[in-house]
Nanobody, 120 residues
Framework: QVQLAESGGGLVEAGGSLRLSCVAS????????MGWYRQAPGKQRELVAT???????NYADSVKGRVTLSRDNAKNSLLLQMNSLEAEDTATYYC??????????????WGQGTQVTVSS
């Protein structure tokens, strides 16, 4: 079993900042990558940012320059710092972790989602 604990969502005014946290626990052999995705009402889930085991990051064009993703490998935790938030950032944000539960078997795991609402 793998659990993802998300925190940090909320309501913020446009131009403000929020920090989202995700901590993975349970049967973890090795984490391949971690990331955040988001889904707005009526839209498909989309990538926000990901980070691989080596620390390499990938950001959606819509958030580049406003978002920073960092990872603590020792704690299996992920931090998404979001600045200069816009109304278009309003969505449910989901933590994703791709990991091996043993040397042979891997899977994608999702958090329950945390709501981010940006008022304009």
């Amino acid at each position: 079993q793998v659990q993802l604990a998300e925190s940090g969502g909320g309501l913020v005014e446009a131009g403000g900042s929020l920090r989202l946290s995700c901590v993975a626990s349970g049967s973890i052999f090795r984490i391949v990558s971690m990331g955040w995705y988001r889904q707005a009402p009526g839209k498909q889930r989309e990538l926000v940012a990901t980070i691989n085991a080596g620390g390499g990051t990938n950001y959606a064009d819509s958030v580049k320059g406003r978002v920073t993703l960092s990872r603590d490998n020792a704690k299996n935790s992920l931090l998404l710092q979001m600045n200069s938030l816009e109304a278009e950032d309003t969505a449910t944000y989901y933590c994703n972790v791709r990991l091996y539960v043993n040397p042979m078997n891997w899977g994608d795991y999702w958090g329950q989602g945390t709501q981010v609402t940006v008022s304009s």
